[in-house]
């Protein structure tokens, strides 16, 4: 039973996005099954829109934009 919700979940489609803007020119996106989630997405991405973050893959600064 379990395993038929897990499949379902993973099955339906992504609806909505939330697209992030770097300082650099870089875009990311998050791809989300509802309107809820994403909001969630976008509220935590809106709280690092201006601060200094270190990106994982170069080790560098980064500054977020937008979101």
């Known amino acids: 039973m379990t395993h038929a ?5 993973l099955a339906a ?3 909505h996005v939330v697209v992030v803007t770097y300082a ?3 875009v990311r996106r998050f791809e989300t099954r509802n ?5 969630n997405h976008a509220v935590m991405e809106r709280r690092k ?3 200094d ?3 994982r893959a ?3 600064e980064i500054e977020k934009v937008k979101e």
């Open 49 to 51: 829109v201006g601060r």
């Open 58 to 60: 170069t080790v560098s």
């Open 13 to 15: 489609p992504k609806t």
């Open 5 to 9: 919700l897990i499949a379902a979940a």
């Open 53 to 55: 973050l270190i990106d």
């Open 35 to 39: 309107e809820a989630s994403a909001e």
């Open 24 to 26: 650099d020119g870089r």
